[in-house]
């Protein structure tokens, strides 16, 4: 992952809402949930919130689809896992720190 893309990924967490977004996004799981169902358990206007799923869809940490006249967005486990990666690759002197099973979301 390069740096920019590490950058920009913790710079759009880096806002209270979005991390909570965000948050709830990884607890949904692939199941993911609409804007709506967003708005209301953060109690954020629509407009607000559209613009922070954005920054974070930019940024690569959710994912957006289209199913019937709904949109959902998910948490993209993928560019998390390797976020955490890059985070932690030094961790302990290169060594193993804990079981790899520990440290990646299987999601």
Do not use: D, W
């Not at 390069?2 to 950058?7: D, G, K, V």
Request: glycine share 4%.
């Amino acid at each position: 992952m390069e740096e920019q893309h590490i950058i920009r990924s913790l710079a759009a967490l880096a806002q209270t809402h979005r991390l909570r977004v965000f948050r709830l996004l990884v607890v949904a799981g692939q199941q993911g949930l609409t804007p709506g169902a967003l708005a209301e358990a953060l109690e954020l206007p629509s407009a607000t919130l559209s613009f922070h799923l954005k920054e974070m869809t930019h940024a690569g940490l959710v994912t957006q689809q289209r199913v019937s006249r709904n949109v959902v967005y998910r948490a993209a486990f993928e560019h998390m896992n390797a976020l955490l990666a890059y985070l932690t690759e030094n961790c302990c002197q290169g060594e193993a720190c804990m079981p790899a099973s520990a440290t990646a979301c299987a999601c």
